[in-house]
C-alpha cells in the first residue's frame, strides 16, 4: 500500500494538486496491517495528520473486511475500493457507500507480478483507483507507475491498464 499511496501521490502532483502522502505501519513485522494515506487538495496541505474522515478507502487484502472497521470514519458520499476475488459473494457492508470490486490480486499473477502465491497487487490497484476517483486521470497513473516500479515496469503498467478496464460498482 506504501507503493501505491505513492503512485497516488505522484499522478496527483503530475495534474497540478498539492499532495501529502504517509504510511502508517502500527507494530512492524512482516504481515501486519498497514495504511497509508494520501491527501490530494487545489491548496497547499498544512494538515500532516492521519485522515480520519477519507473520502475514498482501498482494501488490497479482502480478508480486512471481517474483523476491523474499515470504513471507520469515512464521509457519508465516500467510496470503497476492494481487491475481491471475480464471482465471489462479497459480505454484509453498509449500504451507505458506493463500493468497487477489481480482482488486482489474478490481474497481478496474470502479468507476472510478484509470484503466483504473492502477487503485488499495488499498480493495478492504482489503475482501478483512477476509473473511480473524480481527481485522478489514468495516465498520469501510468506515468508515475514508470518512475516508481522498480521492476517490471510494463507488466506494471499493463495491469494497471487491465485493472482500469475490468473495475466494475458492485451492490452490497
Same mark, same amino acid.
Given at each position: ?10 499522478? +496527483? ?19 501486519? &496491517? ?9 491548496? &497547499? ?8 474522515? &477519507? ?49 488486482? %490480486?489474478?490481474? +497481478? ?7 503466483? %502465491?504473492? &502477487? ?28 516508481? +516500479? ?23
Amino acid at each position: 500500500m506504501v507503493v501505491a499511496s505513492e503512485v497516488l501521490a505522484k499522478a +496527483a502532483f503530475k495534474m497540478g494538486f498539492e499532495v501529502s502522502s504517509f504510511p502508517f505501519f502500527g507494530v512492524e513485522r512482516r504481515g501486519a &496491517p498497514v495504511t497509508a494515506y494520501a491527501r490530494i487538495d487545489e491548496h &497547499p496541505i498544512r494538515n500532516k495528520s492521519s485522515i480520519y474522515e &477519507p473520502d475514498y478507502v482501498v482494501v488490497l487484502d479482502s480478508s480486512l473486511l471481517r474483523g476491523i472497521d474499515i470504513l471507520e470514519g469515512l464521509k457519508p458520499s465516500g467510496k470503497v475500493l476492494i481487491n475481491y476475488p471475480a464471482g465471489k459473494k462479497l459480505p454484509d457492508l453498509p449500504q451507505r457507500y458506493k463500493y468497487f470490486l477489481i480482482d488486482a %490480486t489474478s490481474i +497481478a499473477a496474470a502479468h507476472g507480478i510478484g509470484s503466483q %502465491t504473492a &502477487p503485488i497487487v499495488n499498480t493495478a490497484i492504482m489503475g482501478a483507483f483512477a476509473k473511480i476517483c473524480d481527481k485522478v486521470a489514468l495516465e498520469p497513473v501510468l506515468e508515475s507507475i514508470r518512475e516508481v +516500479a522498480p521492476v517490471k515496469e510494463e507488466e506494471n503498467v499493463a495491469a494497471a491498464k487491465e485493472a482500469y478496464e475490468r473495475t466494475t460498482e458492485a451492490t452490497p
